[in-house]
């Protein structure tokens, strides 16, 4: 910000000086100060334009407008032989100009255009095409990404969006006290990753101004860059989905990683608490599955074994249901014994 108040400050003063040293009048020196104005405007303009064009295109751009350049050179030169003995002379400027700038027009437009299908000294486009991983406020917060990070299960370059990292920062400076331990959490979080030596953190600056909402700023640059948002939001996960983004969700990661169990296997669980129903007992996984065990009420606290009878799948994770092995061992011994 700085350098380009201090462009158009010098380009103003340098228009002003030069009207003022060139003509008399004082709305002439005016002029010269507006010249100057629009002058460090257009650079700026033509700076942010630039700014959004890959260097490949740039480099095809003025390669094109160099080899536009000499095509013109040569063909005035080629015409200066002809003026010479037409007598003409006065009609080579002129050509000369309009040849320059048709020709290094064209050059410009057709090398930034076919550069991509320029492939000598390995100009050519690349063989892969980018992989860009975008991260949302909730997984940054939730924390989990860094562990996947550190275990090598997902390498390379992540994108963080400068809207997300102010949200970020925003959350972090809240009054209330929740909220600014979850925002400095992923500050953390970020600064983790970041001295992590598999992965590389990337802050870009694309914004979009006229949309309203992080989610919906993170939906228009992954479709803007082709990526893939990593997320652990419900909500973002099917609005993104809806709209054809790639999803890489944590939650879901997380369920797909869980052991699986099967009805009928044996299990060892500490029952932790009492369930819902009339002598049930709830014990967990190391994972935070819950497992019900029917008839575990009065086994609080204590470590029993348990007959996995079903699995439930629901939205806030998997549930299992199971019986002692005591009561199962019970009932076998008294049909047996009833026959």
Not at 22 to 37: K, M
Not at 45 to 65: C, D, N, P, Y
Not at 88 to 104: A, S
Not at 162 to 171: A, G, N, W
Request: glycine share 10%; charged share 20%; hydrophobic share 45%.
């Amino acid at each position: 910000m700085i350098v380009k108040i201090l462009l158009i400050l010098s380009c103003s003063v340098s228009g002003y000086w030069i009207a003022y040293h060139t003509f008399g009048h004082w709305w002439q020196w005016l002029s010269g100060l507006i010249a100057g104005l629009l002058i460090a405007l257009f650079v700026i303009q033509t700076e942010r334009a630039i700014r959004k064009v890959s260097l490949r295109v740039i480099l095809g751009g003025v390669f094109g407008m160099i080899v536009g350049l000499l095509i013109a050179f040569l063909f005035a030169y080629g015409l200066s032989f002809v003026s010479n003995i037409m007598e003409k002379r006065q009609v080579v400027p002129w050509i000369y100009t309009l040849l320059t700038g048709i020709m290094g027009y064209l050059g410009l437009v057709l090398g930034s255009k076919k550069v991509e299908e320029f492939s000598i000294l390995g100009w050519g486009p690349p063989e892969e095409v980018a992989d860009y991983r975008i991260l949302d406020t909730s997984v940054i917060i939730d924390g989990r990404i860094a562990d996947i990070c550190d275990t090598g299960f997902l390498e390379g370059n992540l994108m963080v969006p400068r809207f997300v990292l102010d949200e970020l920062q925003y959350i972090a400076d809240s009054s209330d006290s929740m909220k600014r331990a979850r925002g400095r959490r992923g500050l953390e979080i970020l600064n983790r990753m970041q001295r992590s030596s598999g992965i590389t953190i990337d802050v870009v600056d694309h914004d979009f101004p006229k949309i309203k909402g992080v989610d919906a700023k993170l939906v228009a640059l992954a479709k803007k860059t082709g990526g893939k948002i990593v997320t652990n939001d419900f909500n973002l996960n099917k609005v993104a989905e809806l709209q054809g983004i790639k999803i890489l969700n944590v939650n879901e990661l997380a369920n797909a990683l869980k052991p699986v169990v099967l009805p009928g296997e044996m299990m060892t669980v500490k029952i932790i608490k009492e369930g819902k129903e009339p002598g049930q007992g709830v014990a967990y996984l190391d994972d935070g599955t819950m497992i019900i065990v029917d008839n575990a009420q009065k086994h609080q606290g204590m470590t029993v074994e348990a007959l996995v009878t079903s699995v439930l799948q629901t939205t806030a994770g998997r549930m299992i249901f199971s019986e002692l092995k005591s009561v199962m061992a019970d009932r076998k011994s008294n049909g047996v014994n009833a026959k």
